[in-house]
């Protein structure tokens, strides 16, 4: 692909991160506590991410990068705690929360967290986040209700968001210092599918945002409503 | 220099299939992921309708046996305004008829006493009745056999068919909203009878079986195409009869022949 098209998808991809960035700011007091979550990983997360574009400092680099990966499990730990419904599920979110916890140390005890970025942390990341989201998903199936998951709601945005980047970047993250180490050769051009979907991950993100704000909104006309009409039945 | 070049190929073309093997896993990832976002969406939608199909048939049973309930109140009404009309008032007329014939006789006149006496006993016992039939209560304790007993007994009196009521099995319970809509289907069938049929006899069978309530309606009359009548605005009754039957989870089987008569089958399961 021509070198300008893949710096403008490049772009796109880091400056995407404003969008949510910035809505959520905006809109922060009246964000749920789901978006709140989300607007956290976004603001940590854009550290990394524009600090790739300002400075070349590896070694900051690499720590900022290792430290938002557990950042992000905890915080999306906090997301998806809740959201099971069956005991087996809840079970299974604590085994790999555990199993994380274990794997982490591990991973930092062995490579330490400012030689080089850990993309096999990520790889664990992404894995455990694919897993939860199938097991949310795999509990609207099986439901009776099942309406839990709606293009309404800002966690159907964020899951979603996470569902397409996680396995979609998993192949790449593994391969993460091969591509590095060949930086001419026609790998290069593979960071595209990372810019394509972590640009989706930050829309989807922002679709999250817009729905929560105007679902408040909604809901608090229809409570205005309803309190004006109890008060003219009152008066 | 060639065998430095030679390598530098194997090199890139080794890239590109590992280039080529990542956008394939990567593609094959997103396909799985948004089929399973399609079939979840998919599958959403399904319980959505599910859920919107049984909550229209609640309000359509509520609506029914509201209509059930309010026919049957007129009906009681109406029974009761009839008999107070045609009975109490009838037999508190002749008391007082009575009882002026004994003011101005000069001697007691004891039987006369005696027929006032009885007359006003009797009207005591009408009136106990009429306010039995006015007790709220009535519709919820609304038991199938009595009522369907009491309908023959009032078509024997108000009309010239010869009618045959029958009850087999041990009496259960179908649930009192269930009982009010059977029995309305049972006195619609009864009432196109007495409108259309031209019969002599009816025969209702109230059979009680293992799992369900079997209710059997036949009269001599003239019968019908059924098919036609289904098929018509006249058949209008019928379906709506069938609606009703289907909405407590019954059965209802027409056979009609002309000249001959018709058979109402209903079955009606217990659970």
């Not at chain 1, 098209?5 to 910035?22: A, F, H, M, Q, T």
């Not at chain 1, 490579?111 to 097991?135: D, H, K, Q, S």
């Not at chain 2, 896993?25 to 049984?54: A, C, P, Q, W, Y």
């Not at chain 2, 006789?105 to 009797?122: T, Y």
Request: charged share 20%; glycine share 6%.
């Amino acid at each position: 692909m021509h070198p300008d098209i893949r710096g403008i998808i490049n772009d796109i991809s880091i400056y995407s991160i404003l969008l949510p960035l910035l809505l959520g700011f905006i809109f922060l007091k009246k964000l749920s506590r789901d978006s709140l979550i989300v607007w956290g990983i976004v603001t940590l997360g854009s550290i990394p991410e524009l600090l790739g574009q300002f400075t070349t400092d590896t070694l900051t680099r690499n720590i900022a990068y290792n430290l938002y990966t557990p950042f992000e499990f905890a915080m999306l730990w906090v997301l998806y705690r809740d959201k099971f419904r069956s005991r087996l599920n809840r079970r299974i979110f604590r085994t790999t929360v555990r199993i994380y916890i274990g794997l982490s140390l591990l991973i930092v005890w062995y490579f330490g967290m400012a030689a080089r970025f850990i993309n096999e942390w990520v790889c664990v990341n992404n894995i455990i986040y694919t897993a939860w989201t199938l097991m949310v998903l795999a509990e609207e199936f099986s439901s009776e209700e099942g309406m839990r998951l709606n293009f309404q709601l800002p966690f159907f945005w964020y899951i979603t968001a996470y569902f397409f980047y996680a396995p979609c970047t998993l192949l790449l993250y593994s391969l993460w210092h091969f591509i590095k180490q060949n930086p001419d050769s026609p790998l290069d051009n593979i960071w595209i599918i990372h810019n394509v979907f972590n640009t989706c991950l930050y829309v989807f993100f922002t679709v999250g945002f817009v729905k929560d704000v105007l679902g408040r909104k909604l809901r608090d006309e229809a409570k205005k409503e309803s309190l004006d009409h109890a008060n003219e039945w009152t008066l | 220099m060639r065998q430095k070049k030679k390598v530098s190929t194997m090199q890139t073309n080794g890239h590109y299939d590992i280039l080529i093997a990542t956008i394939s896993g990567t593609l094959l990832f997103l396909l799985l992921v948004s089929f399973t976002v399609v079939l979840l969406m998919i599958n959403r939608k399904k319980k959505l309708d599910h859920k919107m199909e049984k909550q229209r048939m609640k309000t359509d049973f509520e609506k029914q046996l509201l209509q059930s309930q309010l026919e049957i109140q007129e009906q009681s009404f109406s029974h009761i305004s009839r008999e107070i009309h045609d009975n109490v008032g009838q037999v508190l007329s002749l008391v007082t008829m009575q009882l002026n014939i004994l003011e101005h006789s000069d001697q007691l006149n004891r039987p006369v006493l005696e027929e006032a006496q009885a007359s006003l006993n009797k009207s005591i016992v009408d009136l106990r009745d009429i306010a039995k039939g006015l007790s709220t209560d009535r519709i919820t304790r609304f038991n199938l056999q009595e009522n369907l007993a009491g309908e023959v007994s009032r078509l024997q009196r108000g009309t010239h068919l010869l009618v045959e009521f029958q009850a087999d099995g041990k009496e259960r319970p179908l649930g009192p909203e269930k009982t009010l809509i059977l029995f309305r289907i049972i006195q619609e069938c009864l009432q196109n009878i007495i409108k259309h049929a031209r019969a002599r006899t009816l025969f209702l069978v109230c059979k009680y079986g293992e799992s369900d309530l079997q209710i059997l309606i036949q009269d001599d009359g003239r019968g019908f195409d059924v098919s036609d009548a289904v098929g018509k605005s006249e058949g209008l009754g019928l379906s709506n009869i069938s609606n009703r039957a289907a909405m407590i989870g019954g059965k209802l089987m027409i056979e009609s022949t002309m000249q001959k008569g018709t058979k109402i089958h209903i079955l009606v399961p217990y659970v």
